[in-house]
């Protein structure tokens, strides 16, 4: 896995992070997401896609969009813990899409990104690109 893309500094002046810990194996069904450097309390929700984009400030918020094509998002909505981090184990059976909810295939990378709210607009991670096997 890797970190990709630009983001900009959220309100506590920090860039948002994000890495998955488990294992990479499909089989396994073992990936956690965990975003870091983000407001504590803040409301936020993760986003999947199989392809990397760029929008800047997207939907007039303070972050950038590092996914591209069809953008899911986890209907589950986290809040930031006092550290600062937002964790969500993912279900490789059931990754959303726009379609609906879709099974990851052993080879393909899946990218990844934190949306959160922040001092009354948004904000966004850097991206993170999982190759699975």
């Known amino acids: 896995q890797s970190t990709y893309c630009t983001a900009n500094a959220n309100s506590p002046g920090e860039t948002g992070g994000i890495l998955g810990i488990g294992s990479n194996d499909v089989a396994d069904n073992d990936v956690t997401l965990i975003a870091s450097d983000l407001p504590a309390g803040a409301f936020g929700i993760f986003l999947a896609s199989r392809s990397q984009g760029f929008i800047a400030?997207?939907?007039?918020?303070?972050?950038?969009?590092?996914?591209?094509?069809?953008?899911?998002?986890?209907?589950?909505?986290?809040?930031?813990?006092?550290?600062?981090?937002?964790?969500?184990?993912?279900?490789?059976?059931?990754?959303?899409?726009?379609?609906?909810?879709?099974?990851?295939?052993?080879?393909?990378?899946?990218?990844?990104?934190?949306?959160?709210?922040?001092?009354?607009?948004?904000n966004l991670t850097v991206g993170l690109e999982v190759e699975f096997d």
Request: contains cysteine; aromatic residues 10%; hydrophobic residues 35%.
């Open 57 to 122: 400030n997207v939907g007039g918020g303070a972050g950038n969009l590092c996914l591209g094509g069809s953008v899911g998002r986890y209907a589950q909505i986290l809040q930031v813990a006092p550290d600062g981090r937002m964790e969500f184990p993912l279900d490789l059976d059931r990754t959303p899409q726009p379609s609906g909810l879709v099974a990851v295939v052993p080879g393909e990378s899946w990218y990844f990104q934190a949306w959160h709210r922040d001092a009354g607009s948004s």
